[in-house]
């Protein structure tokens, strides 16, 4: 069977929201609502002929089931059209896009909605004492932001790993990564994000969103929160590792790691051979993928074996790759990541890394990471020309995804 090529269409995403911030009175299928309906408006295609929605979330909840199908509906979309929800953790929105590519190719799907959303404003508190009634005593709530990061990975084979940072503070270690080099690369990082907003890099790809007040007109919220414009050395270094009390050297702080936050994002995968019927003009093609698995307390390096699998699979390499967006979890994974790569402290691929920030400057809504570096990331491969763009992230409990995407010409 010949696979068919899966093109990229206008990949868009709501501003990013911080934990708590402007978007907090929006849910996560209210978010993905706007987005859809977004996507539908600014492509103009007939949304019957959406064949299915995959969209991605790392909190999910009862409040919007089969996130995909629900936020669709919410959209006032067509009945007929299915939609799923999925988690590879920090990976979903990628897998998402992933996902839909695949649907394509085969000739299963025409045309696939793929993105993702987080509202980590709203993720819930639970228990999971009360099914079966308690008799006396305390009733136990998990907030299933932390619970999420400590459950990440079976604890009877791997002990306790209390969360992410503790696996950031040990690729600090393995690695000789210093907190002055974490510090400088989350610097650098807020500067590309505050310079990229001044061009104005970021205009095309957002979707404004309607907040609604208690009194008056809804306030429109476009504009990234997170970012630090006056960010340096000297503010960041002033900052207390979180980690203090418990690792002797931790390097991991508020200002060296990634947010907390709320957007969403999607774009439309479709099948080579109908984007003239359509009348769609895509951005991108959708290359190829892989993932692969790593030891959970060291989740962060999870990009090395990734890259490297899927170099493996394509016979391509670094001197093919024109532009790379390696999620920021924390400075230290990402200087990891790097080591592992082989990259040296001066090397030159330094200058197509993360050019317009990432998840420390610009913060890293779970389910909506992957559609949100696409966005960027494919046309910031139209600005400079390029061909090959690779999108990377390291996956809570012990993974890896990376994809390539090429311009399309």
């Known amino acids: 069977m010949t696979l068919r090529r899966a093109a990229i269409v206008a990949p868009i995403r709501t501003a990013v929201g911080k934990f708590g911030g402007a978007l907090a009175s929006l849910d996560a299928g209210q978010l993905g609502a706007v987005v859809l309906k977004a996507l539908v408006e600014r492509t103009k295609i007939d949304p019957a002929r959406v064949d299915d929605v995959v969209f991605s979330q790392g909190y999910g909840n009862g409040e919007a089931p089969s996130i995909g199908h629900w936020s669709w509906l ?24 992933a996902n839909a590519a695949m649907m394509v190719q085969t000739g299963m799907s025409d045309v696939v909605v793929a993105g993702g959303v987080e509202s980590m404003s709203n993720v819930e508190h ?22 999420g990061r400590l459950m990440s990975q079976p604890i009877e084979r791997f002990g306790v790993i209390s969360g992410m940072i503790e696996t950031a503070e040990n690729l600090a270690k393995d690695y000789g990564i210093t907190r002055e080099a974490a510090d400088a690369y ?83 995968v479709v099948a080579e051979d109908k984007l003239d019927e359509l009348g769609l003009e895509p951005i991108a093609w959708f290359h190829s993928w892989a993932a692969a698995g790593c030891d959970p307390s060291r989740m ?20 093919d790759i024109d532009l790379v967006e390696l999620n920021e979890a924390f400075a230290p994974q990402v200087l990891a990541v790097l080591k592992g790569w082989g990259w040296s402290g001066d090397d030159s691929r330094n200058e197509i890394l993360n050019v317009n920030g990432s998840g420390i400057s610009l913060g890293h809504p779970i389910g909506a990471t992957g559609g949100r570096i696409l966005a960027n990331l494919t046309r910031e491969l139209v600005r400079r020309d390029g061909r090959y763009g690779l999108e990377t992230m390291c996956i809570g409990g012990g993974q890896g995804i990376a994809a390539i995407f090429e311009r399309a010409v």
């Open 74 to 97: 919410a959209a006032g979309l067509p009945l007929e059209v299915p939609g799923y929800q999925l988690d590879r953790r920090c990976g979903s929105g990628l897998q998402a896009i």
């Open 126 to 147: 639970y228990s999971i004492d009360v099914r079966k009634g308690v008799r006396a005593g305390n009733l136990v709530l998990h907030d299933r932001l932390t619970r």
């Open 186 to 268: 989350a610097v650098q990082s807020h500067q590309r994000a505050a310079a990229a907003w001044a061009k104005g890099l970021f205009d095309d790809e957002l979707v404004p969103v309607a907040v609604p007040q208690r009194k008056g007109d809804p306030v429109i919220f476009a504009h990234d929160e997170g970012y630090r414009a006056d960010a340096t050395l000297e503010s960041l270094g002033a900052l207390r590792a979180i980690e203090a009390k418990t690792i002797p050297g931790a390097v991991v702080t508020a200002g060296n790691a990634s947010q907390q936050n709320d957007a969403a994002a999607a774009c439309l």
């Open 300 to 319: 962060g390096i999870g990009p090395v074996p990734a890259v490297e699998r899927l170099f493996a699979r394509t016979g391509l390499g670094w001197s």
